[in-house]
């Protein structure tokens, strides 16, 4: 399984940004799909997570009423569109895939290279 990540960028707090992960391998429409960020130097932290089908979706407290994931199996593509975007989100944002909707980080299977958020104040 091969993910890439895009849309990253440079916005200002208030803004809004739609990231994108495209999903390449065998069965991926089957597996579960997550956002995690990492601001440089801290720990890794799930964002949000969608399992296979889209019908079940969870968030980080920082994210709830701001960020919304969803997929489309037939593109093969999860989204992440961030709205009033915080200097706060400023890191690293990675999509990651696994068979199980995992509550750590370090549990899910598939990760890609990741894409830059910064959000200035």
């Known amino acids: 399984v091969q993910l890439q990540a895009s849309g990253g960028g440079l916005v200002q707090a208030g803004g809004s940004l739609r990231l994108s992960c495209v999903a390449s391998g065998r069965r991926v429409s089957m597996l579960a799909m997550t956002w995690i960020r990492q601001v440089s130097g801290k720990n890794h932290e799930i964002v949000a997570t969608v399992n296979w089908n889209g019908d079940t979706t969870t968030y980080a407290d920082s994210a709830k009423g701001r960020f919304t994931i969803s997929r489309d199996n037939a593109k093969n593509t999860v989204y992440l569109q961030m709205n009033s975007l915080k200097p706060e989100d400023t890191a690293r944002y990675y999509c990651?895939?696994?068979?199980?909707?995992?509550?750590?980080?370090?549990?899910?299977?598939?990760w890609g290279l990741g894409t830059q958020v910064t959000v200035s104040s």
């Open positions: 990651a895939a696994d068979p199980q909707m995992r509550t750590i980080p370090s549990e899910w299977d598939y």
